[in-house]
């Protein structure tokens, strides 16, 4: 069965960092393209970076490019994402998920981890 | 970039009926590329729809996709109580990668 399950989310005080994790199981993970998409309280979807299986291609949306970076690690089944210079705005649900096969149809998705920037 | 349109905001139906979502592209989408989203309140969203027509898998044939270009359309052919949420449309592109619309709620009558 696969599994996805994120970790790491909490509160942080504006310009602070934070470090998530997505432990990924059932599936052979250096496979496959991987994202995290967020979504903040009450609103819709937002797509936030992607990292092929090899991690040589990575991409980010505007609203995070230089201030989040995406990685992974193979041996550990594990795909992180490091959020430095937070802002209020990326308060959200963080979730990863997997990419079906390319073009980008996640077709699995973790539970999900709470990030809130607050002072 | 872009921008991707849907409609309604909210659907109001009663169990049974059919529901017809529109999600329209401010530019031509390859139909490849345009997916669509259930998601139900305090659960990660579900992939429905890959390739604006194929059901993903565990799907049920109730839903259906279509359309092409800037135009296309999540159907439920007939409303089950387990249908009622949010629907999503994703597009894959070129920068940005994904963008996905506001998203539909599809509401019990």
């Known amino acids: 069965e696969v599994q996805l399950v994120e970790s790491g989310g909490g509160l942080v005080k504006p310009g602070g960092s934070l470090r998530l994790s997505c432990a990924a199981s059932g599936f052979t993970f250096s496979s496959y393209s991987m994202n995290w998409v967020r979504q903040a309280p009450g609103k819709g979807l937002e797509w936030v970076s992607s990292?092929?299986?090899?991690?040589?291609?990575?991409y980010y949306a505007d609203s995070v490019k230089g201030r989040f970076t995406i990685s992974r690690d193979n041996a550990k089944n594990s795909l992180y994402l490091q959020m430095n210079s937070l802002r209020a705005e990326d308060t959200a649900v963080y979730y990863c998920?997997?990419?079906?096969?390319?073009?980008?149809?996640?077709?699995?998705w973790g539970q999900g981890t709470l990030v809130t920037v607050s002072s | 970039e872009i921008v991707l349109t849907q409609s309604p905001g909210t659907l109001s139906l009663s169990p049974g009926e059919r529901a017809t979502l529109s999600c329209r592209a401010s530019q031509s989408v390859s139909s490849s590329y345009l997916a669509w989203y259930q998601q139900k309140p305090g659960q990660a969203p579900r992939l429905l729809i890959y390739g604006a027509s194929s059901r993903a898998t565990g799907i049920p044939d109730r839903f259906s996709g279509s359309g092409s270009g800037t135009d296309f359309t999540l159907t439920i052919s007939r409303l089950e109580p387990e249908d009622f949420a949010v629907y999503y449309c994703?597009?894959?592109?070129?920068?940005?990668?994904?963008?996905f619309g506001p998203g539909t709620k599809v509401d019990i009558k």
């Open positions: 998920a997997r990419d079906s096969g390319g073009n980008y149809n996640f077709d699995y």
């Open positions: 994703q597009q894959y592109g070129s920068s940005p990668r994904v963008t």
């Open positions: 990292i092929s299986s090899s991690s040589s291609y990575i």
